[in-house]
C-alpha cells in the first residue's frame, strides 16, 4: 500500500522538518513580538497602546496567505528585501515566510497574553503599585509571569494553529510538508495513502503538543 | 484585571514628563521605520501617482477585478459556512449522545478533522474530484475549495454546537424530560433553540476564519477570489503594492466589521434577561486560517445580575 513512499525520490523527513523548523523559528518570534505588543497595549502611553490596538486589527484580519504571497511578491520580488541572505529565491522566500508568520501570529499571542493579563487579580497589582513598583516593574515583576502561567493553553493553541498554517508556506515555494505532498499527489496515483500520510504526519506533530503543552498548562495554573 | 489603568498609578507630573518623552521616542522610531518604507517604495517606483490612480479613476479595476473577486470570495466563504452548520450540528449533537457507537465515531471525525491543516483538505478535495467525479475543470477549484473548508469548520462548529449546549442550565433538559419529551424532542425543541444565542458570537467568528480561508483557494488552486484579483491587477498594471494593498484593506474593513458585530452580539446576550446570558467563548483561541487548533471551547459565564447593590 505505501509502495509510493520512495524515499530517495521523496525528501518526507527533510519536509516536515522544513515544517517543523518553520513552525519554530516562527514561534519564538511571535512569542517576543507579541509580548511586546501585549506590553504596548496595556502600557500608560497612548501613543503606543493606540499602535498596539491597530497592529492587533489590521493584521488579525487580513488573511495570512495574503500575507505570505504579498511577503513573497511584494517584498522580495518587488522591493527585493533579502532579508541577510544572498538574495537567491528559496532562502529568501524560506525567511520571508517566516517573518510572514511572525506578522501574524503575534497580533494573536499578545490578545492571548492581554486576556491572561485580565486573569490576575487586581489586588496584586495594587499590592505592586502600593510597594512603590513602577509600571514596567508591576508588568515585569508581578503581572507577567503569572498572566503566562494562565495562557499557557491559549499559546499551545496558537503554537498549534501555527503549525498548521505553515502549510500556507508551500504557497511561496517554500519545501514543507504540504509542497510535497502536492507534489507526490501530482506523480503518484494512490491519493488516499499519501494524503493520510501527511494528515498522520501533522497529527504526529500537533496531538503531542497538545497533550504535553495541557498538561503542563495544568501544572502551572496559579491556584485561586 | 479589567480596567488596566490598575496597572499603573495615575501619573503625576513627573510621571507624565517620563510618558511624553516614551511617547516622542516611541513616535520617532516608528516615523524612522516609516520613512525607511516610504524611501524604498518611492526607489521601487511603488508611490508614482500611476501605480494607485486606477483605484479611484479606473472602474475597470473595480468592475473587473475586485467586485467580482469579492463576491466569489463571499460566495465561498457563505457556502461553506451553510454546508458546515448543519453538518457541524450533527456531529456536535453526536458527541453529546448517550450511546457509545454514536459519540466515539463524531469524536473521532471531530478531532481528525481539527488536527489537520485546511490546506491539505483542500488540495486533497481538489485532486479527489478530478479523479473520481466529472465536476468540470472550471468549477473545480470552487467545489475543492469549498470541500475543503466544510471539512475542517464543520468540525470547529461541531465544539461550538457542543459547547453551546452545555451551556444551558441542566433544568431545561430536566424540565424537558418531566414533561415527558423524547431525548430527540428535548435537543431540538429545548435545548438547540436556547442554545443557538449562546452560539451566534462564536458563530459570526468563525465567518471571519472562513473568509480569511477562502484565499487559499485563490492561491493554490486559482479560484478567482480577492486574492487571485489582486494577483490579476498587479500583472495588469504592474502594482503589485498597490493592488495587494488594497485587497487587504478589503478584508480587514469586512473581517472588522464581522467581529465587531460578534462582540456587540456577545455583549447583548450577556446583558440580556431573557436568555441564560452565557455565551460560548470565542476570545483569543478565534485564530485564523486553520488556526483554531485543540480549541478547548469554553463556556464564559454569565454576568452577575445587574441588581446586586455594589458593596
Known amino acids: 500500500m505505501f509502495d509510493f513512499l520512495d524515499l530517495d525520490e521523496y525528501d518526507l523527513f527533510g519536509a516536515f522538518w522544513t515544517t517543523i523548523q518553520l513552525t519554530f523559528f516562527a514561534g519564538v518570534g511571535s512569542l517576543i513580538w507579541g509580548t511586546v505588543l501585549a506590553a504596548m497595549r496595556v502600557s500608560p502611553v497612548p501613543v503606543m497602546r493606540a499602535f498596539g490596538t491597530a497592529y492587533v486589527n489590521i493584521f488579525r484580519n487580513i488573511p495570512l496567505t495574503l500575507i505570505i504571497v504579498f511577503c513573497s511578491i511584494g517584498l522580495g520580488q518587488t522591493l527585493r528585501v533579502t532579508m541577510f541572505t544572498d538574495g537567491s529565491v528559496d532562502p529568501t522566500n524560506y525567511r520571508l515566510a517566516i517573518l510572514g508568520f511572525v506578522v501574524y501570529t503575534s497580533a494573536f499571542v499578545c490578545e492571548a497574553l492581554r486576556s491572561g493579563i485580565n486573569t490576575v487579580p487586581v489586588g496584586q497589582a495594587e499590592a505592586a503599585r502600593a510597594l512603590g513598583l513602577s509600571f514596567s516593574q508591576v508588568l515585569r515583576l508581578i503581572v507577567l509571569p503569572q498572566a503566562f502561567r494562565s495562557v499557557i493553553a491559549p499559546l499551545a493553541n496558537i503554537l498549534i494553529a501555527l503549525t498548521k498554517n505553515t502549510t500556507v508556506a508551500s504557497a511561496i515555494g517554500v519545501a514543507e510538508a504540504a509542497a510535497l505532498m502536492s507534489e507526490m499527489i501530482e506523480n503518484e496515483a494512490q491519493l488516499i495513502p499519501i494524503a493520510l500520510l501527511f494528515a498522520l504526519g501533522f497529527i504526529i506533530l500537533t496531538l503531542p503538543t497538545g497533550l504535553l503543552l495541557g498538561w503542563v498548562a495544568k501544572r502551572m495554573a496559579v491556584k485561586r | 484585571m479589567t480596567n488596566l489603568s490598575v496597572l499603573y498609578d495615575a501619573p503625576g507630573p513627573r510621571a507624565r514628563r517620563w510618558h511624553a518623552v516614551y511617547a516622542v521616542v516611541f513616535v520617532l522610531l516608528f516615523l524612522a521605520l516609516a520613512w525607511w518604507v516610504y524611501g524604498e517604495l518611492d526607489d521601487k517606483h511603488q508611490l508614482d501617482g500611476e501605480k494607485w ?223 441564560t446570558g452565557a455565551v460560548v467563548a470565542q476570545g483569543p483561541a478565534d485564530l485564523g486560517d486553520g488556526a483554531t487548533g485543540n480549541l478547548e471551547t469554553t463556556v464564559a459565564p454569565p454576568a452577575p445580575p445587574a441588581t446586586v447593590a455594589k458593596g
Not at chain 2, 489537520?116 to 485532486?127: D, G, H, T, Y
Request: charged residues 15%; hydrophobic residues 50%; positive net charge.
Open chain 2, 53 to 275: 490612480e486606477p483605484f479611484i479613476n479606473d472602474g475597470n479595476v473595480w468592475t473587473t477585478f475586485l467586485l467580482p473577486g469579492l463576491r466569489k470570495t463571499l460566495e465561498a466563504a457563505g457556502l461553506a459556512l451553510v454546508i458546515a452548520l448543519p453538518l457541524g450540528a450533527i456531529f456536535g449533537i453526536g458527541r453529546l449522545s448517550d450511546h457509545w457507537w454514536i459519540r466515539r465515531p463524531c469524536d473521532v471525525v471531530v478531532e481528525f478533522f481539527r488536527a489537520i491543516p485546511v490546506l491539505l483538505m483542500i488540495v486533497f478535495a481538489n485532486e479527489a474530484y478530478a479523479q473520481w467525479s466529472t465536476v468540470d475543470r472550471d468549477i473545480r477549484p470552487m467545489y475543492a475549495l469549498v470541500t475543503g473548508l466544510v471539512l475542517y469548520n464543520a468540525s470547529v462548529l461541531a465544539e461550538i454546537v457542543r459547547a453551546g449546549v452545555l451551556s444551558l442550565p441542566r433544568g431545561q433538559e430536566d424540565a424537558g424530560r418531566a414533561l415527558g419529551l423524547r431525548k430527540g424532542q428535548i435537543m431540538t425543541n429545548v435545548l438547540l433553540p436556547q442554545a443557538v444565542t449562546a452560539m451566534l458570537p462564536a458563530i459570526i467568528s468563525q465567518l471571519v476564519v472562513i473568509v480569511k480561508d477562502t484565499t487559499l483557494g485563490g492561491a493554490i488552486l486559482s479560484y478567482q477570489e480577492l486574492l487571485s484579483a489582486a494577483r490579476l491587477i498587479s500583472s495588469n498594471y504592474s502594482n503589485t503594492i498597490a493592488a495587494y494593498t488594497v485587497a487587504a484593506a478589503i478584508f480587514v474593513v469586512i473581517n472588522f466589521l464581522l467581529s465587531q458585530l460578534a462582540g456587540w452580539l456577545e455583549r447583548r446576550i450577556r446583558r440580556g434577561t431573557r436568555g
